[in-house]
């Protein structure tokens, strides 16, 4: 098992390194980062220094090198267009989408198991094939247009909740959170439903479709046959098993729920890395770009192997030689 | 499988599906015209049968020709400011406007442009982009997924590998990526002109990994059977093999995936553009008016918003559900 998360990691760092690769040549080869950092009455000499400063001088896989050194210390120079360092940018931002993202991925979840599990029971229930179909219709709607249809009807026409920004925040330490202030409950709403919505969805048909398998197994017969109640047999035995695969894919979601949350923020104006990085693409700030790919990549790794290893701790059939055979 | 997937006609199969098509046992085959052979495959079939499908492909269908025959069909052209009157703006639909008593089927914007020239030029914007980047993605895709299948080995390890760890970021994150990029390289005069090519590339490379991963798949499947063995027996080089022997037997998938992908390229667009990293206000898409739209949500001129949005949802939903369809006609597992 261990040899099995050890080359996990080792895959991980790889694609960390491929990514930082890219990450560096964007800030290297597009545009020219010294014209960009200095004014335009600096001088020939200015920017030479400038250029050594930076050590663009030095050869290409030292400059590499001192680029993953300063990003593993969280530095990732200056914003082009802030002026200010992008770590500082970054660490402003980051409360308000890690709030919106870890919301989201709970009321997917808790919602979306919830649902699924009533709609393999319920089968052929009403409620159930009227679930089963609105989901159909959400995943074909774009995340924008579901954040404009719920700020329409409840910010313009109902007036419930507020349609932008994360309402009161309260300050602890560097970390800022909008969950101690009513405003910054009530601001959380809408963006927590929008982007939860497409994960709700496909969390609810997996585990819909992984019951179903389940309940069709022997063990399940076995049950009945002693004489286990239903109710147990669906929650005690049947779930437990369905949730497997359940985990897998709500982990691997985290990582996507944190990409789509730059269309999200966009939509309700939310202060968080999102909407820092569609800045950063529309007016090609590449320090920020950069880092953020670097970030986007870092949750990404994480998860798979966080996500590895709950499956090998959750499957006792996964330890030991199978797992190493994967 | 391959079989299956060309729409030539077997009329006896056919004919055991029921009474309508009974006459046709009795007719060769080879006696019926194009229209009638095809009208009879089992693919015609099951569309008939489905009618879901027959609406989603009529809206598809009126969709699209509306959008290439825009020009001719709608009032005026919304690119064109000449065309525009300032005293039009903001005119509900269907109601004449309070200043010049014209009146707009569904309604204009405050610059006074006509909404319904607009949303059949934006779908066409947003129809482009999205076919040419299909196009693009899946030339790279089944060209690089035939090659690893066929060849095999560090090829194929250096060609999946990448595929995989593209596989696991959402395309719209690599699409951002490469829209900003390209805006840093290219010079900002030439920018607008520009930005329908770099979008086409953006949403075309942010998709290629899936075409790879199904055609090298099937590819593997190809490659064992005799008549790979039997054209590489007459010595035929493995490029003549790939394109002519293999390349036909891997379509199907490809068809599903295409038809399913031109969807999500074009809600990639509309969501690029909506974010402000796609087609400039100078030549909206279908997202750029959703975006300019959006402003005008809390002073209750709904319709700037709406009927772009449902354009956007129509096109979307009947070329997924075409996908859906296309994908169960072409399995003959589920049928």
Do not use: C
């Amino acid at each position: 098992m261990i040899a099995y998360i050890l080359r996990s990691m080792a895959q991980g760092v790889l694609v960390l390194l491929v990514v930082a690769f890219i990450a560096f040549s964007m800030f290297r080869f597009v545009g020219d980062p010294v014209a960009n950092m200095v004014g335009q009455e600096a001088t020939l000499q200015d920017r030479q220094e400038l250029r050594e400063r930076l050590g663009l001088e030095r050869p290409f896989p030292l400059q590499f090198a001192a680029f993953v050194g300063n990003a593993l210390q969280g530095d990732f120079g200056v914003s082009y267009r802030q002026a200010r360092p992008v770590s500082d940018l970054m660490r402003e931002r980051l409360p308000a989408t890690v709030e919106l993202a870890l919301l989201s991925a709970l009321f997917a979840t808790t919602v979306g198991v919830a649902l699924g599990v009533y709609a393999a029971i319920r089968r052929d229930g009403f409620l159930a094939n009227t679930v089963m179909t609105v989901s159909l219709i959400g995943v074909s709607l774009p995340t924008f247009l579901i954040g404009i249809g719920l700020i329409y009807i409840f910010a313009v026409e109902l007036r419930w909740l507020p349609s932008f920004g994360r309402g009161q925040t309260v300050s602890i330490g560097w970390w800022t959170t909008g969950l101690l202030t009513e405003s910054g409950l009530k601001s959380l709403v809408l963006p927590v439903l929008t982007l939860g919505f497409f994960q709700l969805t496909l969390i609810m048909r997996l585990v819909r479709s992984e019951m179903l398998e389940v309940m069709r197994a022997d063990f399940i017969r076995f049950a009945r046959a002693r004489g286990i109640p239903e109710r147990t047999i669906e929650f005690r035995h049947a779930l437990r098993n369905t949730l497997i695969p359940v985990v897998t894919i709500a982990g691997l979601q985290l990582g996507s729920i944190i990409a789509f949350a730059i269309v999200t923020e966009t939509v309700f104006q939310w202060p968080g890395l999102g909407s820092l990085f569609v800045q950063a693409v529309q007016f090609a700030d590449v320090p920020v770009m950069a880092a953020y790919l670097v970030f986007v990549a870092t949750v990404f790794v994480t998860m798979n192997l966080l996500v590895d290893i709950t499956y090998v701790l959750l499957d006792p059939r996964l330890r030991g030689g199978r797992a190493l055979a994967k | 499988m391959p079989e299956e997937t060309t729409d030539r006609a077997r009329p006896v199969v056919d004919g055991a599906h029921g009474p309508t098509t009974g006459d046709v046992i009795a007719t060769p085959a080879a006696r019926l015209g194009v229209l009638a052979r095809a009208w009879d495959s089992d693919i015609a079939y099951s569309f008939r049968r489905s009618p879901v499908t027959i609406v989603s492909a009529t809206v598809a269908l009126v969709m699209i020709l509306a959008a290439v025959l825009a020009p001719w069909i709608t009032p005026q052209d919304p690119f064109n400011p000449a065309s525009l009157n300032m005293m039009d703006g903001f005119t509900p639909p269907g109601e004449p406007n309070a200043f010049t008593g014209n009146v707009y089927l569904l309604g204009t914007d405050p610059q006074g442009r006509d909404m319904y020239s607009a949303v059949l030029h934006g779908a066409r914007v947003s129809l482009v982009v999205g076919l040419a980047s299909v196009v693009f993605s899946l030339t790279v895709g089944v060209t690089l997924g035939l090659v690893a299948g066929y060849l095999g080995g560090r090829t194929e390890a250096v060609i999946m590998r990448v595929a995989d760890v593209q596989l696991s970021f959402p395309a719209i994150l690599i699409a951002l990526l490469v829209f900003g990029i390209a805006r840093g390289v290219i010079p900002p005069a030439q920018q607008e002109q520009a930005t329908l090519f770099v979008l086409i590339f953006a949403i075309g490379i942010s998709n290629w990994a899936q075409y790879a991963r199904t055609v090298r798949a099937t590819t593997l499947v190809e490659k064992s059977k005799v008549y790979v063995d039997a054209a590489r027996l007459i010595g035929l080089k493995p490029f003549v093999v790939m394109v002519k022997h293999v390349l036909p037997n891997v379509t199907g998938p490809v068809l599903v995936i295409a038809t399913i992908n031109l969807a999500l390229a074009i809600i990639e667009e509309a969501t690029l553009s909506f974010l402000g990293a796609g087609m400039p206000p100078t030549q909206p898409s279908l997202g750029t008016l959703i975006r300019s739209g959006q402003q005008f949500l809390f002073s209750g001129e709904w319709w700037i918003l709406f009927f772009p949005a449902m354009a956007l949802i129509l096109l979307a939903l009947s070329i997924n559900l075409l996908g859906d369809w296309l994908r169960d006609a072409l399995n003959p597992k589920l049928r």
